[in-house]
């Protein structure tokens, strides 16, 4: 059976082979940032057709369907139309900071899957500290929005990008402290090490109510972080047209809308690898026969299926809640889920301390 | 207690979330729900309400004859002047001189559907149709006369 880690072990032999070292490097340097490109690309066309006709499902519409089979090409359409039209910068903004925002959300979200392992022993870098790393990237990317708001001197973009502000650095605690609860568990920050440790079974699964608390928190702190309904105040339609890309066109606003997606993927690959096993087939405990024939699906497959039902879950919350207004949005944050998530974490460590889970 | 409370409304807040995401998985998961219709590829099936209001029409019958006796009730009614009726005095066979319609101008382009003058009228001579296509490439074509050339009232419609 062809597997990623075969493709990938048999490059790596056939290039060594054939170069020097520093030369393998090199190459294999340069294929990885064409596939990192190609992932964004292919995820941002799929992700935007996929929230589209969800979206349209979940309100009795049809939603696009003429552009190609069932409307799948309808993203490329819009994509193309985005690259022909003029990048305007107005003139009274920050020209440099206006430029640089849009590269910096984008590239905060191209660091954050460099951990991120998408099939078995298929990953860009498994650093000893992989969600740490991912955590501290992913406050990155506020900088950024703060960047495009204040640079667009506009008072919609700057009060939207100081709502982000103030969203993503607070739900960022609650969204650390669920992850801490599955580190708690496992103890280590390793990616692989943390989906090794879930070869008996998934954290959400053994690790009781704690974990399941945990993995709730942690859906609703990442909505919050991507900056997606029912917490999207940062672009409130309603009330500040877009929000801190207001003054953005063209490939510049294409790219925020990318980077938007993207980082809804990556939250969603950690939340699986963290509760759902990230490629791990569904085990139970030890039984060997029927985690025999999960192993026989492929372990890319599982990791995107996992990752594709959170992005599902958080479609299904944009498409049915209203959104929070700014004084609920905190006390959501502050009342209600980081007291919730630090009696979560108290309760989780002593369920790993006397290994009451399974 | 207050951490009792804290509690229910924790719960009563994810009892309420759970239910309105039943609804939209309902619908997600029922694609016969959808109300949307394909609207050019329908057009032979398309079936308007009946109640839809899409412009003003004067009906005639079989013998080109319709029920407008030009007392201009309609005229009087619209409440933005979207109708002129021009009448004519007609002689009939006893010799007496009687009024009746000569041109119903309707405004099409400046109708807004308020349905006040087919309420007004006294013979039931305007209904609503529920047509809706009303494109046209110039915006006169808008201008319409309702009633037929040639036509005539009705016998006995006073």
Known sequence: MISFEHITKWLQAWLNAHMSPILVLAVETVLIVILAIALFAVLGLVLVIMERRVAAFMQIRMGPNRVGPWGLLQSTADTVKLIMKESIVPTHADKFLFNLAPFIVMIAAMLILAPVNFAQRFHIWDLNIGILFITSISSISVIGILMGGWASSNKYSLLGAMRSGAQIVSYELSAGLSILTIIVLCGSLKVSDIIASQETGWWIFKGHIPAIVAFVIYLIAVTAETNRAPFDLAEAESELTAGFHSEYSGMRFALFFLAEYINIFIVCAVGATLFLGGWMPFHIGHMQGFNHVMDYIPSSIWFFGKTFFLIFVIMWFRWTFPRLRIDQLLNLEWKYLLPISMVNLLVMTVVAIYHLHF | ?158
């Open chain 2, 1 to 158: 207690m207050y951490i009792v409370d804290y509690i229910k409304e924790v719960a009563s807040a994810v009892k309420s979330l759970a239910t309105g995401m039943k609804l939209t998985g309902y619908y997600f998961t029922h694609p016969k729900e959808i109300i949307t219709q394909e609207y050019p590829d329908n057009r032979a099936t398309l079936k308007m309400a009946d109640r839809f209001k899409g412009e003003v029409i004067m009906p005639h019958d079989e013998n080109n004859e319709h029920a407008c006796t030009g007392c201009t009730s309609c005229e009087l009614a619209c409440p933005n002047g979207s109708i002129k009726v021009i009448t004519k005095f007609e002689v009939n066979a006893e010799g007496k001189k009687k009024k009746a319609v000569d041109q119903h101008i309707y405004h099409l382009d400046m109708c807004t559907m308020c349905n006040l003058c087919v309420e007004a009228c006294p013979t039931n001579a305007i209904v609503m149709a529920n047509t809706f296509e009303h494109s046209v490439p110039d915006r006169n074509m808008l201008i319409k006369r309702l009633n037929n050339n040639g036509s005539k009232i009705r016998e006995g419609v006073e």
